[in-house]
């Protein structure tokens, strides 16, 4: 690793260290030229699908808009920014996992909103209403018909 300092082209480890969840490896490392001891982060490079928007644009996944959008539909709600966080992770990490080169923001779109169902009703309806884009207060209705579907299944005995 070059200093930042000098630019020697290497630097010595004097300590490594795991983040809490394990996917962040922090080592500070030590110039062996002018002495200057930095931190460095470690993490595995996912390969991400390229993101395939409604008009056919195509662009790079990006965390943050699932997050923005998220903050947006749990605002003033009783949503941790641990809940938003960990969604947007598991939407990754699914994403990743999948393999696929490409994926359609819509799919994208509903995974946020299959998650959303189950943290918070209005947080859902309120992503739901932007994501589905709905033209009158019928679409509404049956959208929230369908949660109340949903959610009304998932609780019955079996």
């Known amino acids: 690793m070059k200093c930042p300092t000098c630019s020697h082209p290497d630097s010595k480890v004097i300590d490594s260290r795991l983040s ?5 490896t922090r080592r500070r490392r030590e110039c062996p030229s ?14 991400l699908p390229v993101v395939v928007k409604k008009d056919g644009r195509r662009e790079e996944f990006d965390r943050a808009k699932i997050i923005l959008g ?4 749990c605002e003033k709600r009783p949503v941790s920014a641990e809940a938003i966080e960990s969604i947007a992770a598991e939407i990754e990490r699914d994403l990743a996992d999948g393999g696929d ?4 923001s819509t799919a994208i779109g509903e995974k946020v909103m299959d998650r959303l169902r189950w943290i918070d009703d209005v947080a859902y ?3 739901a209403s932007v994501y589905r884009q709905f033209r009158d207060v019928r679409e509404f209705i ?10 009304s299944d998932r609780h019955e005995p079996e």
Not at 101 to 104: I, K, L, P, S
Not at 142 to 150: G, H, I, P, Y
């Open 101 to 104: 080169r490409e994926v359609g």
């Open 70 to 73: 998220l903050k947006k539909a």
């Open 34 to 47: 002018c002495g200057r001891r930095f931190t460095t982060r470690e993490y595995v490079e996912e390969s």
């Open 125 to 127: 309806v309120r992503f």
């Open 20 to 24: 809490k969840d394990g996917a962040v």
């Open 142 to 151: 049956d959208e929230l018909q369908d949660l109340q579907r949903t959610k």
